[in-house]
């Protein structure tokens, strides 16, 4: 097949980063009282078009005067930390600042849709921190000023623990108004029961043979790239024709009759159920049907490539405990939080050092518990291989909301048949 | 049983065949009737079978053995527990709201004939037929717009919005088909308007209160889209569900909804005592 | 209290509320699709019209299947709900209001984990679906999910209950002896239904439709769930257009173009129903 571009973050900084412009400085510091005016038209929106790094004093001046409240507002997706919070229970000892944690985010896009008119209002939504992937919503947050610059001399675990690659990310140069807080693949999963010879490419999913047996996602960006990838093409560097011919390859696919349903969330179930036989997937759900229902489910990262995305923590630009905020931030990249975040969530954790405390909690566990942890510390979809992150690719980076419409119209009719 | 006031009057040559046929129709109605309400039920069996699964992560969809132990450890998750407390308190409290503004509305449309009444019907309609989205989109940009706080009231307001017009069409339609001389003799007989409606009137059209009643606190409780627009930092079960589902619903989420499910049960089984000890009336 | 002044106090309360609440807000999104923009660098107000002449021609596959899609349920819920509702109505005895609440009681669990089950119940190799496939009554490849009849059954089980209520409310209303009476002078049951019951349950039955082809034909989340792309409805467009696209003038004129066509057909079904109801209503 064609050779994989190798994952060089730095080439993908140089790429994406913008001039600082004295205006969106200002923006950052504060929001226009004239947003308030305009609320009551629906909806409206700030900033420019171009992604900006903030001015240094930027940051300065956002953070100047913000102390410590001894409380913060923690938004999450559900699941994303186990039940009893012990990290949190942890934190709160230490610092003496309360968390209160909230799973209310299900889905990026109403997410967007709920909090942008408040935060363009300058109104709170709530919360201190909050944690959005990166995508599309991400970029608008950035672009409209929305989010909070980070102060990073109070990121000192951050600064010792994250792994390289996660600091040098395309979607955010040099951490300016993120941390990660996990990460996944997108990859292929397969039922080797039902599929009899070893999936490896994502040609495979073009394959006749499995006519009506294949899942892909509803998700145009998830779509987009795989369409992208088998036809050779990096998502983080194509262009508007590349994008097109994706699109003829993808419904090529889909007319085949080869594709059963574009899927969201619900693909490892369809896949459960033998509805599907080789799917588009994400890695820690493919981890966590094998534990829960005792399966065999393959995860593959084809040598064409997969992409990596993050779910990354930020402070949305009203907050109201912004210090309590970077703080817990902070707070999550100690190892030994890091650890044990990472053996209940099962996706890939921003900081690499974890590996030795899971396998430590291993060896000082019995029975299925210690199962299970070794498990999560030897399992590639958490502590991915070398090899493994050469393969990934960033998501398409969008310019401007019009470039990204544009990029929706061209998938969206594969899915909205 | 109603069919003991059907005494036919006059020349009936074959009273006992058509009786007869008549109470195989019954029981044919009876047992589709069941059959019904059964089939409306299955779902919520595989729920409930669900609630006892021995599943050993996080996925709750292939069935490996019986175990309590979900029951026992209902409440370990308590942004669960918040998020059904939530939702019981404001399907309730839309029930209340809603009910009574919409009973006013049906009660307007369906007995009078007044300047906007078309209008008044127009607006019924637009709120059933506007896509929930938008609804809950233009919501959001009012309550930023006037500067309220998101929360269980924002909410409400929502729910109220949007099932009063179901209240209303239900009670409407009951209230065209009314008799209106039986209030106007009651008033005529000296009752103040207030009496006439609460001893004649409410009465007659009570089933459509309680059929709308039932129907908002049905929408409320499971209202998605336009409570995720409304809700700012407050969670609801639906919301909380939905979002579950992106990693595996825990085993507790079906044995709430079981739980739900009994306490529902309950109810209608001492609804079913209840009556018996009442004498019958006459309908 | 004058006669004139009464039905203005009655719809005084629940009139603000959705003034308040769903034409204020309503008119504003009206005017969002007639602007140009994006979320980030905001909208302006250009009488776009064009936006409502792209959306219907790009979607008017979509706009046609949900509206089919919503005739079929609603035909299929009147068959299903009639018979119920007239016996609950009429020999229901002293528990009718359990009945009305056994049947809305599997709705207070929430839509998720009852279409969730449904998945279960249908999905390819489902405790249903494999014993047919074993004994070769179905085909192997054959499946329910992700179909057309999977996404209309989905919508008449969600929105049965919608039906069964408003034609029970119209048929309890109705005397029994006034049924008796027919039989008496008709003799034949199917001349009864025609000439008594019908005509007096419908205007149960026009509450009915409104409550359930209306919401039936702008819903999403049965043909997003139980579908498949070929099932796509006009409600997953619009989902799909506000909350992944960004692209909020679109949703909003896709929206208002489905409401008025719904509207269109609400009242033109009225007028052709004719009875008094109807033109109580139609009258304008």
Request: charged residues 15%; neutral net charge; hydrophobic residues 45%.
């Amino acid at each position: 097949m064609n050779e994989p571009t190798p994952f060089d973050p730095v080439l993908f900084r140089g790429m994406t980063q913008r001039r600082l412009s004295r205006r969106d400085a200002l923006r950052i510091s504060g929001l226009s009282a004239a947003a308030l005016a305009l609320a009551a038209c629906g909806v409206k929106g700030q900033g420019n078009t171009t992604p900006t790094a903030p001015a240094e004093d930027a940051i300065a001046k956002y953070w100047a005067g913000k102390t410590k409240n001894g409380k913060v507002d923690f938004a999450n997706w559900p699941l994303y930390m186990d039940p009893k919070q012990p990290e949190l229970k942890k934190f709160t000892a230490e610092t003496g600042i309360k968390v209160t944690y909230q799973e209310v985010i299900e889905e990026m896009g109403p997410w967007f849709a709920r909090t942008q008119p408040q935060l363009s209002a300058g109104q709170s939504i709530g919360f201190d921190l909050m944690v959005i992937t990166n995508g599309i919503q991400f970029k608008q947050y950035v672009q409209s000023s929305l989010l909070a610059p980070l102060d990073h001399s109070k990121l000192t675990n951050f600064k010792a623990n994250a792994g390289a690659s996660y600091k040098t990310s395309a979607y955010d140069p040099g951490n300016a108004y993120s941390v990660p807080w996990a990460s996944g693949v997108t990859g292929i999963a397969y039922d080797p029961a039902k599929v009899k010879t070893p999936i490896t490419k994502l040609a495979d999913l073009w394959k006749t043979e499995y006519k009506g047996r294949v899942g892909m996602f509803s998700d145009t960006q998830e779509l987009g790239n795989f369409g992208l990838m088998v036809n050779g093409v990096d998502p983080a560097k194509s262009t508007a024709t590349d994008w097109q011919n994706a699109a003829n390859k993808l419904k090529e696919q889909k007319d085949a009759g080869i594709v059963r349903k574009y899927y969201d969330q619900s693909y490892i179930d369809a896949l459960g159920a033998g509805e599907v036989w080789i799917t588009q997937a994400w890695s820690g759900d493919v981890f966590q049907k094998n534990v829960s229902d005792g399966t065999n489910f393959q995860f593959v990262i084809p040598e064409e490539g997969a992409t990596i995305w993050t779910d990354n923590m930020a402070i949305p630009i009203t907050a109201v405990n912004p210090v309590d905020a970077i703080t817990l931030m902070d707070f999550f990249f100690r190892v030994d939080i890091a650890a044990t975040l990472a053996e209940y969530i099962n996706y890939i954790t921003p900081v690499p050092e974890a590996q030795k405390v899971i396998k430590e909690h291993a060896a000082a566990a019995s029975g299925e518990d210690k199962d299970f942890l070794t498990s999560v510390a030897e399992s590639p979809l958490v502590f991915p291989s070398t090899a493994d992150y050469s393969k990934l690719r960033y998501y398409v980076e969008f310019e401007n909301t019009a470039l990204q419409q544009q990029f929706q119209s061209i998938f969206e009719p594969i899915v909205l048949g | 049983m109603t069919t003991t006031l059907s005494t036919p009057t006059g020349a009936d040559l074959e009273p006992t065949t058509r009786r007869r046929r008549r109470r195989l129709g019954d029981r044919l109605l009876f047992a589709y009737t069941w059959l019904i309400i059964l089939w409306l039920c299955v779902p919520i069996a595989v729920m409930i079978l669900f609630g006892f699964n021995d599943t050993k992560g996080r996925y709750n969809t292939t069935f490996q053995g019986l175990t309590l132990k979900w029951y026992g450890r209902l409440f370990e998750i308590p942004a669960l527990t918040d998020a059904l407390a939530n939702s019981l308190i404001i399907a309730v409290l839309n029930t209340l709201i809603a009910g009574t503004l919409g009973t006013l509305v049906g009660l307007a449309l369906g007995r009078y004939r007044f300047r906007g009444d078309g209008t008044t019907n127009l607006v019924m309609f637009a709120v059933i037929s506007a896509p929930e989205l938008v609804m809950g989109a233009s919501l959001l940009s009012l309550f930023v717009a006037s500067g309220v706080g998101l929360g269980i009231p924002t909410i409400l307001i929502a729910h109220v919005m949007f099932s009063i017009s179901f209240v209303a069409v239900v009670v409407r339609s009951r209230v065209l088909t009314l008799d209106r001389y039986i209030e106007e003799a009651a008033r005529d007989l000296g009752a103040g308007p207030w009496t006439a409606f609460r001893l004649v009137t409410f009465p007659m059209i009570f089933p459509a209160v309680l059929s709308g009643g039932l129907l908002a606190f049905v929408l409320s409780i499971d209202d998605f889209v336009i409570t995720n627009f409304t809700a700012g930092t407050t969670q609801t079960f639906p919301l909380w569900i939905y979002g579950a589902t992106r990693v595996g619903l825990p085993p507790q989420v079906n044995v709430m909804g079981t739980l739900i499910f009994a306490v529902g049960l309950l109810i209608a089984a001492g609804n079913v005592i209840a009556a018996r000890r009442r004498p019958s009336s006459a309908r | 209290m004058s006669r004139r002044l009464a039905p203005y106090l009655l719809i005084l309360p629940g009139g603000l509320w959705l003034l308040l609440f769903f034409v204020v807000p309503m008119v504003a999104m009206l005017s969002l699709s007639l602007q140009q923009g994006d979320v980030v660098s905001g909208y302006q107000l250009t009488w776009h019209w064009q936006t409502y002449v792209d959306g219907i021609s790009n979607y008017q596959t979509q706009i046609i299947r949900s509206l089919w899609y919503g005739f079929i349920t609603t035909v299929l819920q009147i068959v299903l709900a009639f018979p119920i509702a007239y016996w609950i109505a009429f020999r229901g005895g002293r528990n009718k209001s359990v009945y009305l609440f056994l049947i809305l009681l599997p709705f207070f669990v929430s839509f998720v984990l009852r279409t969730i089950s449904w998945k279960f119940i249908l999905t390819d190799e489902s405790f249903v679906l494999a014993p047919l496939k074993d004994v070769g009554l179905v085909s192997q490849d054959f499946h329910i999910l992700g179909t057309p009849m999977a996404v209309i059954g989905g919508l008449t089980y969600n929105f049965l209950p919608f039906m069964i209520l408003p034609i029970y409310v119209a048929l309890e209303r109705i005397d029994p002896r006034v049924v008796e009476a027919a039989r008496d002078l008709y003799a034949s049951p199917v001349q009864t239904f025609r000439k008594v019951i019908f005509p007096l349950a419908l205007p149960g039955v026009f509450a009915g439709v409104l409550m359930t082809f209306v919401p039936a034909s702008s819903d999403y989340i049965n043909s997003e769930i139980l579908g498949s792309s070929g099932t796509t409805m006009i409600g997953q467009v619009i989902q799909s257009q506000y909350l992944r696209s960004q692209n909020y003038p679109t949703a909003a004129a896709l929206s208002f173009a489905l409401m008025a066509i719904l509207l269109v057909g609400i009242f033109t079904y009225a007028r052709a129903l004719g009875t008094e109801d109807v033109l109580k209503v139609a009258a304008r």
